[in-house]
């Protein structure tokens, strides 16, 4: 304020000289200089915000972010989209369907890896299904259920009934069953005579190609299960969670596809 005051009395001394509209001009001049100063050396401040009752509580209500060591917030309570994919009940029942689709494919190359690679073993047989007269399952019963089956010289499979009115059904399920070179004797009421010859590179094709169905049979089965699956869940292949759902469906076919290989290498 000193500084303005200093100002105006020097611009009123200097317009003594001057005319009088100079002077009205120069007062004037001099009452903006001294607002404009005044004005400079105001200043406001800004009055704290008041806090009210309800906000505090829901501060207090709100449990604080975790953060991790480095500052940003931590992830620990975050669950992948896969792992919440994989842990839910539909995904583990078509997971369980699939498996047993492909255990069921595994055992049936067993047996046909036995029988490519000479052995004579009872599981030979392991695909016969005997039908029992007045037997209440449809699709029958297995062999070592209605008989014994032995090995004789490593030649020679011998089937034994239990009782003797089913040796003709026995009979009937192992050529119902096509297992290739394998023609079923008669040695008595009660028993059956298998001699099993050496395979040749023929049978080994064929059992081969025969494993090349099932594994097809096998593929269809688990397609079916994984589509189920998709459809139950409302997946399509613009889902964002789709890849997790392919995922399995790829890791049990190439499952399958080992499986098939080695046995391709048993047969030559």
Known sequence: MATAAALLRFRLAASSSLSASQLQCSRAAARRAV??????????????????????K???????????????????????????IVSSDEYKKTEGKMQTVLEWFRKEVAALETRATGRVTPALLSPVRVKVPGGSDSRGVRLEEVA????????????????????????????????????????????????????????????????????????????????????????????????????LLDKLLADLDKILAHLKKTTG
């Open 58 to 84: 829901e501060e207090k209500d709100t449990p604080p972010a975790k953060h991790s060591k480095k500052g940003g917030v931590s992830t620990d309570d975050l669950v992948p989209a896969s792992q919440r």
């Open 35 to 56: 607002v404009a100063v005044t004005r400079s050396q105001v200043r406001f401040y800004a009055k704290p915000a008041k806090k009210s009752k309800d906000k505090g």
């Open 148 to 247: 014994t089956v032995g090995v004789k010289e490593g030649t020679t499979l011998l089937v034994t009934v239990f009782e003797e009115h089913t040796l003709k059904s026995v009979e009937q399920a192992i050529y119902e069953a096509k297992i290739p070179g394998i023609t079923p004797q008669r040695l008595d009421s009660r028993t059956i005579k298998l001699p099993i010859p050496k395979p040749t590179v023929e049978t080994r094709n064929a059992l081969y190609t025969s494993a090349t169905r099932l594994a097809e049979d096998a593929r269809v089965q688990m397609r079916k299960h994984h589509q189920a699956l998709l459809k139950k869940e409302d997946i399509n292949k613009r889902s964002p969670e789709f890849a997790t759902y392919q995922e």
